[in-house]
């Protein structure tokens, strides 16, 4: 039975369900969970209920446990923390206690039950589950519900959604709350890091990470100076540079006399302490301790900073809202379908998919990474984390790799529009490089750059703070290498160049492209090339994910934020933003989705004047209520007649007396900034990864000085669900649509049934990528 089907039926039955948020520490980004949960169940005809407080609301029951409304869940998705509240609860953990709460879900008939915390919450919320049956005779026994009431309310259905900054719950690639937390650092870290290098101070900053070193480990991807992680990796300590700086974690604590190493007179500027961290005895590594021994060792001006609660505060960040939406819609999807005989399920991320995993199971792998710990098997630890924590701590192995020397030169350029996070690319690659022993090129201004000779050696000391810098350092232009083969080849082999790295959008992959065609001509072109692509279109064919499409959408969702705020205690106001992308939706769809429009008209979704109307009338119908704003989002060539102005001047025309109209088009201001966690990470592993293939690639390509071309030597290096996979350029022509300079499929396009129920229309909710295609097909006639 597919998605759209349960909805229907469900329509027709009684169903009611619950929503607690729990955990010790609220989080940003459980409201965008909360609201999704509250307008999902109410579109599929189920009541839905809050509990404030959490378990200590469910306890206590009255007035803590409230019906829930389309309304009452509006204006919340820039809000941090929770608006239905969170407490520990002594009463919960005793049978007593869980009696009472059963008894309160019992006489509203609610049977089940939704929890958003971290793995002790939910742990306990199965722990309910499992008694349920004991617990519903204890309360017939003493009289306090019928014989009726147990019978309608004979099970308990479970699903749980995690929320931790600490990112520590197997199971899940990312929690609810930790993107969030990891800007917030971002921002004190970019602040202190100016200082630590002008003052030539060193700075000990401690996370929080109690259990997990996640976010410690995935700042240091993030910081603008090289980061050198303190285990096994020590004795290369001195081929690093003196600026190196260090991390401590707990799932991989220093070797033993880390203390000397720490102190061999090298300047450092930041030092990261997760609170948890800990030496190979189990013996807590603090952040006075750190600061204590530079000090007194080094004789170095020390600074200490514990950035404590401002981790877990703030405005949540655009992948936070979509993450909570996302497992808030598959979380009444799983109510929904489940039965009696239906274990208690996590809904968790894995990739780009939302997916249901069984909860005891997760929790029973998160308790053995803390065993694994205990017991000094830290290397195993690493590996429960999973995929995501794994990769990054691969990535920082990579610094303690150092081969000899091996002459070979690998050149680096920008193509196309700048975008956040292309330095961050191009740091990681001549680092990376530079350590396995290469020649690193910079090609300025792209591929004119090639042709004209603007080529020069990169350094390790030249890229040293690139990572939290926007732009493109390097230059780049849009020109493609077509009409300038010949200058491009002659440079190439001028330069001694053995191998490429293309970083940038469209034009990188057309670019790319021309240079593969170019290889029967010129047998210089026979080299390996990679592109990584970096665009905030996110339209780059053979990868989910592009480099700098997170920054831009942060930005635009903050941009909305401040917008819709203006309407605030004002009439009845409709705002229309256009945003970037080209052809490509993805902007639109996901700022819609983060910033809680009412439309998003993309070129993927064909729309005419009756599309236009029907938005109207709802909008119409929206104003009626309490509500007093709207959000209409425009990709800027979603169809070239309904611009940005008609769509303003037909919701000006046919709001009169109901609303007004403002309009804003957000232009380059998408494109800059500060690169946000997510692409300085993506992009360090993009461009470490890269380097790592041509190594490889450079063995197969050249023999006895001579070059030989394979097809799959030229790659697109993608994002594809949980992997980064190398995919040759050839092969993914036919999965391009070149007149539009976009892939033919786009798996975010399944996302948009969502954002319209979120605003209220009534549609099918078929999520799944095989109807996202059908729909496009059919609206566009493709065969």
């Not at 999704?36 to 009255?62: C, N, S």
């Not at 720490?262 to 006075?288: H, Q, W």
């Not at 809904?347 to 803390?370: F, H, W, Y």
């Not at 106001?573 to 009412?598: K, S, W």
Request: proline share 3%; charged share 20%; hydrophobic share 40%.
């Amino acid at each position: 039975m597919n998605l759209h089907q349960i909805c229907f039926l469900s329509l027709s039955v009684s169903f009611t369900f619950l929503i607690i948020c729990f955990s010790f520490c609220v989080l940003t980004g459980m409201n965008a969970a909360v609201r999704a949960t509250v307008r999902v169940g109410i579109y599929t005809g189920a009541k839905v209920y809050f509990v404030h407080e959490g378990y200590q609301g469910l306890v206590d029951g009255g007035d803590h446990i409230c019906l829930a409304t389309w309304e009452s869940v509006s204006m919340m998705l820039q809000l941090g923390g929770t608006v239905i509240g969170s407490a520990r609860c002594k009463d919960f953990r005793t049978k007593e206690g869980r009696t009472k709460a059963a008894c309160n879900l019992v006489k509203l008939g609610i049977t089940n039950l939704c929890v958003i915390g971290g793995d002790g919450s939910l742990t306990g919320a199965n722990e309910f589950r499992s008694e349920w049956s004991e617990l519903l005779q204890i309360l017939l026994k003493a009289g306090k519900i019928t014989a009726e009431e147990a019978r309608r309310s004979s099970h308990l259905n479970i699903v749980g959604m995690v929320g931790s900054i600490d990112n520590d719950f197997c199971g899940t690639d990312m929690t609810i709350g930790t993107d969030s937390a990891l800007h917030r650092i971002i921002e004190v870290v970019d602040a202190i890091t100016t200082t630590a290098q002008s003052h030539q101070r060193a700075f000990i900053l401690e996370v929080m990470g109690r259990h997990c070193g996640y976010v410690s480990l995935d700042q240091t991807l993030s910081f603008s100076i090289c980061v050198l992680v303190c285990v096994n990796i020590l004795f290369y300590l001195t081929a690093l540079a003196s600026g190196a700086d260090w991390v401590f974690i707990p799932e991989m604590p220093p070797d033993d006399g880390w203390e000397d190493h720490l102190s061999m007179g090298y300047r450092l500027n930041v030092i990261i302490v997760a609170e948890g961290a800990m030496d190979r005895f189990g013996k807590p590594i603090t952040c006075d301790m750190v600061k204590n021994l530079v000090t007194k060792k080094l004789g170095f001006d020390t600074r200490s900073t514990i950035l404590g609660h401002v981790q877990r505060g703030g405005t949540p960040s655009a992948f936070d809202r979509i993450l909570g939406s996302r497992m808030g819609v598959e979380a009444v999807m799983a109510l929904l379908e489940a039965t009696p005989d239906t274990p208690a399920c996590v809904v968790s991320l894995s990739g780009n998919q939302a997916i249901r995993l069984p909860l005891m199971e997760c929790v029973q792998v998160t308790k053995d990474v803390t065993k694994a710990m205990a017991e000094g098997k830290f290397e195993e630890a690493v590996k429960l984390r999973g995929k995501s924590f794994e990769n990054n701590w691969n990535t920082y192995k990579l610094l303690a790799h150092v081969s000899p020397k091996c002459n070979i030169n690998i050149a680096i350029m920008n193509v196309g529009a700048p975008c956040a996070g292309m330095n961050a690319a191009v740091r990681s690659a001549v680092r990376i490089g530079i350590l396995q022993g290469h020649n690193m090129l910079a090609i300025h201004d792209g591929f004119e750059g090639l042709a004209h000779g603007n080529i020069e050696p990169i350094s390790w000391a030249a890229v040293g703070n690139w990572t939290g810098q926007g732009g493109s350092n390097l230059g780049t232009k849009r020109m493609l290498p077509a009409n300038i083969m010949e200058e491009i080849s002659l440079n190439i082999a001028k330069f001694n160049i053995h191998s490429l790295i293309i970083i940038g959008g469209f034009e990188a992959f057309v670019g790319g492209l021309e240079l593969v065609t170019g290889r029967e001509k010129y047998e210089e072109l026979c080299i390996p090339i990679v592109v990584i692509p970096a665009t905030v279109s996110n339209n780059v064919p053979g990868s989910d994910f592009s480099i700098g499409a997170d920054t831009a959408l942060n930005t635009i969702t903050s941009t909305c934020d401040r917008i819709k705020q203006s309407a605030a205690g004002t009439k009845r106001r409709v705002f229309i933003i256009e945003t970037m992308g080209g052809y490509c939706g993805y902007l639109a769809t996901m700022a819609g989705l983060a910033a809680g429009a009412d439309a998003a008209y993309i070129y993927e979704e064909p729309f005419g004047i009756h599309d236009l109307e029907v938005n109207v009338e709802h909008l119409v119908e929206k104003m009626k209520t309490t509500v007093k704003r709207g959000l209409i989002l425009r990709n800027e060539k979603c169809n070239s007649n309904y611009t940005t102005d008609f769509i303003f001047n037909l919701y000006t025309e046919e709001g009169k007396g109901v609303f007004d109209c403002r309009k804003n088009v957000l232009g380059h201001m998408q494109q800059g900034g500060t690169p946000s966690p997510f692409d300085r990470n993506f992009g360090t592993k993009m461009g470490a990864k890269s380097v790592l293939w041509l190594t490889d690639k450079l063995k197969e390509c050249y023999r006895h000085d001579k070059r030989f071309c394979y097809d799959n030597s030229a790659c697109v290096l993608g994002m594809r669900k949980r992997a980064l996979v190398f995919q040759p350029l050839a092969e993914l022509k036919n999965n391009t649509d070149f007149e539009h300079r976009i892939p033919k499929t786009q798996w975010w396009l399944k996302l948009r049934p969502i954002l319209k129920i979120l605003a209220k229309y009534k549609i099918s909710l078929d999520i799944s990528e095989k109807a996202a295609m059908e729909s496009v097909i059919k609206k566009r006639g493709i065969v």
